[in-house]
């Protein structure tokens, strides 16, 4: 099952960042690959933080404060 929700959270945020979003792990630029892996890890689901630009277009996702390294 955490091999499923892997690669289909990376396969989201593949997605996402053809579109131009920036993705960030713990405050540094990230890969879908590397978020991805550490999220599933999680025992909750975790919610990115979404940051908008000053249109109200999505620019970056991050993902800070993952506890299980």
């Given amino acids: 099952m955490q091999e ?3 690669k ?4 989201r945020l ?3 960042q053809r579109t131009g979003v920036s993705l960030f792990l713990e405050g540094q ?3 879908p690959a590397a978020i ?3 999220c599933v890890c999680e025992d909750t689901v975790y919610m990115a ?3 908008l630009d000053e249109q ?4 970056e ?8 390294w």
């Avoid at 996702?61 to 299980?68: A, F, K, N, S």
Wanted: hydrophobic share 25%.
């Fill in 4 to 6: 499923k929700n892997e």
């Fill in 36 to 38: 991805a892996g550490k």
């Fill in 8 to 11: 289909l959270l990376k396969k």
């Fill in 49 to 51: 933080d979404y940051v």
């Fill in 61 to 68: 996702l991050r993902y800070d404060r993952i506890t299980r």
């Fill in 14 to 16: 593949k997605q996402v």
């Fill in 56 to 59: 109200g277009s999505l620019k």
């Fill in 29 to 31: 630029p990230s890969t």
